[in-house]
């Protein structure tokens, strides 16, 4: 069997950037990999990382996620169309109270997180059907699982890819096309400095006092905390994400931070929806110390897994 030719979104920086180097560089050759960013003026970071796979292994290509023609042309310019593993990275965040939040910028947040992946799979699915075979690996994240404060749309965009995803894996069944979310934690790339860039700048004038104070002096600060304790690095991310590519039989959920299940775990232990909302409101406003102390906890075990994940 050929190599197998794998579109990676986003590959300018952070786990996508990571993952399309370690599958081009995979000492078995299994993969050609077609990454693609929507800027190329950014390539250099990927060509310094690609090294000697850039033009073997691995091709650089301009796809924008908000951009029909722009994913079409790139699709189109491969032979046959194929794509035998689409890896949809692509994503943008967003941290702040609602009240300060434009609704086009939460259209912008939904049209590349959201109609993005939307849209690369209306393109590349029916191909995928014909051949009978294809994996679709998405790049999703806990707050697909479970909101947080704060993160109302981000988390909302990241929901609706869950169902999106939840909802056509059964007839991607059905052509023996996989389906796979992976849901990382905190990973530490440029998004978190990103959001946090634009939470410092964010105008909160149309908050009320309690609230902006709550952003700033409660969860912006805890929310740091989390990412510098328990923050995975995208290489950890990308190499488990690459396992999911060469498994046989990948699973259709995969978490990369076991240190975040037994919060995602709550949801489901309790379908009235208490638990979670009710922990999550006594460590943020209730229990800063018991938030500290379990912060310190999950660093020491973060620190004994070595790489704080399966
Ligand atoms: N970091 C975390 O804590 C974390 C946690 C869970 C899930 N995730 C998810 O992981 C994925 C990758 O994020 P990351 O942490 O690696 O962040 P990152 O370093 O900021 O990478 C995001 C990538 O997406 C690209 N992108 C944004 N809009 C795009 C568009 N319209 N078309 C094509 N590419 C676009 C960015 O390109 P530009 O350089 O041009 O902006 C960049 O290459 C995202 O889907 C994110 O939601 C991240």
Redesign the pocket.
Known sequence: MGARKVLV????????LALAVRLAKDELRRFKVVAT???LD?REALERAAGATLNRSLEIRQ????CEDSIRECVNSLSDRRVDVLVN?????MIGPLECQSVSAMQELFN??FF?LVRLVKELLPDMKRRQSGHIVV?S?VLGIQGLLFNDLYAASKFAVEGFCESLAVQAMKFNVKMTLVE????V????N?VYEEAEKMDLSEADEETAQIFRQIYLPYSRKIFHSIGQT?EEVAEQTFKLIVSKNPPFRHQTNRLYMPLTAMKHADPTGRLPIDAFYKMIFQHDRVFNASLSIMRILHRRMGQGAA
């Open positions: 979104t986003g590959c300018s920086s952070g786990i996508g960013m929507r800027d950014k796809l924008d996620a908000t990275n692509a994503g943008v965040g590349t997180n993005g790049m994240s990382p934690g905190p990973v790339t440029e998004f978190e990103k995208p």
